[in-house]
């Protein structure tokens, strides 16, 4: 299967625990974050995003928070299933003509147990 | 509707020689973007595209290249192969959304190319 780094972030849980994936981003000028899961084999998936003038955003079993005062991003997964195991990986965007330049976070694979 | 497809799946080169990508996006999508990943490096932005422009580029040498074409397909090329070229190449194209509080871009992305330099 595809890895996307030798020395990635592990989070253990059991199915039906929640699950917090944390992101630290560097440019207090990004305006607009994503956070990616990326399967085996795959290529990332869109998540979720939030952008720079909220803190909190919910989606289907996801919710994103974003503290901008110390750059942190924060990915919570409510009632993991096996089936979200996975890396996750957050980007920060910057804005720039008419759309987006990207960096990545090195991504924390996220391991449910049954 | 399809998604984003990448030909070829996995590709084997030598070092010196280069090498061809190809993506077409989603029906509809008019950006392309192009992203290596690499187990040491993660993810990261080579360029994008928009309406056979490059919008935007990444910090990668002249080495690597793109074009798109009218009908939005794009691809990338690598000149003069390196070892560390080594890496899983993805595509993603965007749906792009004008909302009240600015752009939001949902990017979609291939299964990628895995191209492996010896």
């Known amino acids: 299967g595809e890895s996307v780094g030798l020395h990635l972030p592990t989070l253990s849980v059991q199915e039906g625990d929640n699950s917090i994936i944390n992101c630290a981003y560097s440019?207090?000028?990004?305006?607009?974050f994503i956070w990616y899961k990326q399967e085996s084999g795959k290529g990332p998936q869109f998540i979720i995003d939030?952008?720079?003038?909220?803190d909190k955003r919910q989606g289907q079993r996801v919710t994103v928070l974003l503290n901008k005062t110390v750059k942190h991003l924060s990915l919570q997964i409510a009632a993991t299933q096996p089936g979200d195991s996975a890396v996750y990986f957050c980007?920060?965007?910057?804005?720039?003509?008419?759309?987006?330049?990207?960096?990545f976070g090195r991504g924390t694979s996220l391991i449910v147990h049954p | 509707k399809a998604g984003v497809t990448q030909t070829p799946r996995y590709l084997i080169k030598t070092r010196g020689q280069q090498v061809t990508l190809s993506c077409s996006p989603i029906?509809?999508?008019?950006?392309v973007s192009w992203y290596q990943q690499t187990p040491g490096q993660g993810l990261q932005f080579l360029f994008e595209?928009?309406?056979?422009?490059?919008?935007n580029k990444g910090n990668f040498p002249g080495r690597f290249s793109g074009r798109q074409f009218s009908n939005s397909r794009s691809e990338m090329n690598v000149s003069t192969l390196e070892l560390g070229d080594s890496a899983l190449y993805l595509c993603?194209?965007?749906?792009?959304?004008?909302?009240?509080?600015?752009?939001?871009?949902?990017?979609?992305f291939g299964p990628g190319t895995r191209l492996l330099v010896l």
């Open positions: 993603a194209s965007s749906l792009v959304s004008r909302l009240a509080g600015g752009i939001q871009e949902t990017q979609y």
């Open positions: 440019n207090s000028a990004s305006d607009y």
């Open positions: 939030i952008r720079s003038n909220m």
């Open positions: 980007a920060e965007n910057r804005g720039t003509g008419g759309s987006y330049i990207p960096t």
């Open positions: 029906s509809g999508h008019r950006s």
């Open positions: 595209y928009f309406s056979e422009t490059q919008r």
